[in-house]
């Protein structure tokens, strides 16, 4: 008799529990926060702990928490420019980070994957070792290095390229801004290239350069192609939590630094808008999910 086990997950338990666990982590940590944030966002504002109203207070007051559901505040997001220059900005900034990051962290990564095999724990040790220490704190250094009296400035005085009395003006800049995510989340594009680049077959190099392909031309043919995973895996890695980035704008960025995640702060903490929060993070979150799901579909049509 054939054995039908391979052929029916339910007929093996452990593996429906692999298949499982992540669609319940998904639903736990993902689908359950997204309800309750879009639930507060079609609330109304109210002087109150939490502060927004209708409160659902268990199943039998569906209905009527139901009927009291409003959009008003996904209209006010369309009233009020503020938000979509926010909307606008976020993307830009983490539009041009992340370029930043591919042009910086491809070099990193292919000469990684190009070191001898001797080295390559070392250099991939390096660029995990700033996950040893605390993102506040790394981003907090950098204060201390762009600040006008700062360890930039007092370098290239020393060294005679500003005089005595100049001072770099960095920081409380966008180009402030960029600096700081470019510098916390460089690992995260370096390490999915080297992992596509390092799974790459030397061979088909040789192969170019026997046939007479030049350096340059055997990369855009060969290896950029083969990297194009790690290319797109870093990218998304990077440009969704540079999207919602707060800390940094906040820390290194001026007045007129304007990201989504600064916005968001602002209505739930001095506003005290929960509501209104709400539907900001809902929007932000559709402007990213969305994209990435219609993306990931065409690729499966591709393939």
């Given amino acids: 008799m054939a054995d039908t086990t391979a052929d029916n997950p339910h007929a093996n338990p452990a593996r429906w529990l692999v298949v499982a666990v992540p669609y319940?982590?998904?639903?736990?940590?993902?689908?359950?926060?997204?309800?309750?944030?879009?639930?507060?966002?079609?609330?109304?504002?109210?002087?109150?702990?939490?502060?927004?109203?209708?409160?659902?207070?268990?199943?039998?007051?569906?209905?009527?928490?139901?009927?009291?559901?409003?959009?008003?505040?996904?209209?006010?997001?369309?009233?009020?420019?503020?938000y979509f220059q926010a909307y606008m900005s976020s993307l830009r900034i983490a539009a041009i980070s992340t370029f930043l990051l591919l042009l910086i962290g491809y070099p990193m990564a292919l000469a990684m994957a190009r070191a001898p095999n001797s080295i390559r724990p070392i250099l991939l040790m390096l660029v995990i070792l700033p996950f040893w220490t605390s993102f506040l704190i790394r981003v907090y250094a950098w204060i201390g290095i762009l600040k006008p009296d700062g360890l930039l400035t007092l370098a290239l005085q020393?060294?005679?390229?500003?005089?005595?009395?100049?001072?770099?003006?960095?920081?409380?800049?966008?180009?402030?801004?960029?600096?700081?995510?470019?510098?916390?989340?460089?690992?995260?594009?370096?390490?999915?290239?080297?992992?596509?680049?390092?799974?790459?077959?030397?061979?088909?190099?040789?192969?170019?350069?026997?046939?007479?392909?030049?350096?340059?031309?055997?990369?855009?043919?060969?290896?950029?192609?083969?990297?194009?995973?790690?290319?797109?895996?870093?990218?998304?890695?990077?440009?969704?939590?540079?999207?919602?980035?707060?800390?940094?704008?906040?820390?290194l960025g001026g007045a007129d630094t304007l990201m989504i995640g600064k916005t968001l702060w602002t209505e739930f903490f001095s506003n005290r808008d929960w509501p209104l929060a709400s539907a900001v993070a809902v929007v932000l979150l559709l402007m990213l999910v969305v994209p990435i799901a219609i993306f990931q579909n065409q690729q499966k049509k591709v393939a």
């Fill in 24 to 82: 319940l982590w998904l639903l736990l940590f993902f689908v359950a926060p997204f309800l309750i944030i879009f639930k507060i966002s079609l609330s109304d504002t109210a002087i109150a702990m939490p502060p927004y109203t209708p409160v659902f207070g268990g199943w039998a007051a569906i209905s009527d928490f139901v009927s009291e559901l409003d959009i008003e505040n996904y209209l006010f997001l369309t009233e009020d420019p503020l």
């Fill in 158 to 251: 020393t060294i005679g390229l500003m005089g005595p009395d100049e001072q770099v003006e960095i920081f409380r800049t966008d180009t402030a801004v960029f600096i700081g995510i470019v510098y916390s989340y460089l690992p995260f594009m370096v390490l999915p290239l080297y992992a596509a680049l390092e799974k790459m077959d030397n061979t088909l190099l040789e192969a170019a350069n026997d046939l007479g392909c030049p350096p340059w031309k055997a990369f855009w043919k060969i290896t950029f192609p083969l990297s194009l995973p790690g290319v797109i895996a870093g990218s998304m890695i990077c440009f969704i939590p540079i999207t919602g980035e707060f800390v940094i704008p906040d820390l």
